[in-house]
């Protein structure tokens, strides 16, 4: 499509008819249409499941059970989403989230291992059972994890249960 001089979240609303698309979203790409699914329990597939933590206080904690398939394919089935809880106070949350499922990998986000005062997040919540280890970000431009997931979004390899209403949201209305 040729470029249409009100820019492309004009054409995508009013051409295209997709409301909610806005100057500045993140994840143009998601479309809840074909990355949104029914909810669906994965264990027992032999994937890899993975239990991933983004941290927060005021903004919600955000934490989220994923599995990828055989063929790559990335998909988000459970979520627990919470504010204003200390690290403690998740873990009954994230027991719950995990139970009967083989988390193979454990990745929490960096403000959660580089604590300078205290005890890190991070091992407050190991040592309650769980596995977590950080990752890292990129301090200037946009973050490798976003362009990742903006790939597998286009490619159609990154799918979201309808249950996980918080993550869908995000997704929509991600800015930049």
């Known amino acids: 499509r040729a470029q249409h001089p009100k820019g492309s979240a004009w054409v995508r609303r009013f051409l295209d008819g997709c409301w909610d698309a806005f100057e500045g979203q993140v994840f143009t790409e998601f479309d809840p249409d074909q990355h949104v699914v029914d909810p669906y329990d994965y264990r027992g597939r032999g994937w890899t499941n993975l239990l991933l933590l983004d941290w927060g206080f005021r903004e919600p904690v955000a934490a989220l059970v994923m599995s990828i398939d055989h063929d790559g394919g990335f998909w988000v089935w459970r979520e627990h989403r919470a504010c204003e809880l200390s690290p403690v106070e998740h873990v009954p949350y994230l027991r719950y989230l995990t139970e009967g499922i083989e988390t193979h990998v454990q990745l929490i986000d960096p403000a ?53 209403a918080g993550l869908i949201e995000e997704l929509k209305n991600a800015r930049w």
């Open 112 to 164: 959660a291992v580089d604590q300078s005062d205290g005890v890190a997040i991070r091992d407050q919540l190991n040592l309650h059972g769980f596995r977590f280890t950080g990752w890292h970000k990129r301090k200037h431009g946009p973050d490798g994890s976003l362009i990742f997931l903006k790939q597998l979004i286009w490619q159609g390899k990154f799918h979201v249960t309808r249950n996980c």
